[in-house]
């Protein structure tokens, strides 16, 4: 695995190293020494898969709260998304900015989002599935969002939105939400 460090202190994209010949490929998409060299959070106890049955369909902008802030490894294994994760986190130097990046089954990028900072995702194609291993168990009363078009970030997504849940869309912005920390 080959690992980007974004604009966004802590959040990579992760390039699989692919070992290619006659059969196909083999690449890593996990090791721990890795991770752990690159200071990131190691621990995986969960994997979700989410799928998406229309283009235009977004999620987020989702996040755990303390006491269990999750990080998250989030990879498109059908289809295409425009992943973002925006950093939540008061004491960061990139505190309220935001990153993008295009995620595609063909070219198996990954994006690992730290611990206290958003994420969601529009897709790019019908039938797009998203595959996500996370650090902490989901914890409902711990689950929590923000509005996914909030004026405090300013997010630039690729394409209309034509599928949100009344959750997503009804999520408070930015300003009327309690530190995540």
């Not at 194609?125 to 969002?145: A, I, K, N, W």
């Amino acid at each position: 695995m080959t690992f980007y460090e974004t604009k966004l202190l802590g959040a990579f994209e992760i390039r699989l190293d692919l070992k290619a010949d006659e059969r196909g490929f083999f690449a890593r998409s996990w090791c721990q020494t890795e991770f752990e060299e690159h200071g990131l959070n190691q621990k995986l106890v969960q994997c979700s898969i989410s799928f998406n049955a229309r283009k235009g369909t977004l999620r987020g902008i989702h996040y755990q709260a303390a006491p269990s802030p999750e990080a998250k490894l989030v990879r498109c294994t059908k289809g295409a998304i425009y992943d973002v994760v925006v950093d939540l986190r008061p004491q960061s130097p990139t505190y309220k900015q935001w990153i993008g990046a295009i995620l595609t089954a063909e070219n198996r990028r990954m994006l690992y989002v730290p611990e206290k900072c958003g994420h969601g995702f529009l897709t790019l194609e019908d039938e797009t599935e998203v595959f996500y291993q996370m650090s902490e168990f989901y914890c409902p009363e711990l689950s929590r969002g923000v509005r996914w078009n909030d004026q405090s970030f300013q997010i630039a997504w690729p394409g209309e939105v034509k599928v949100i849940s009344e959750r997503d869309r009804t999520y408070p912005n930015f300003e009327q939400v309690q530190c995540v920390c």
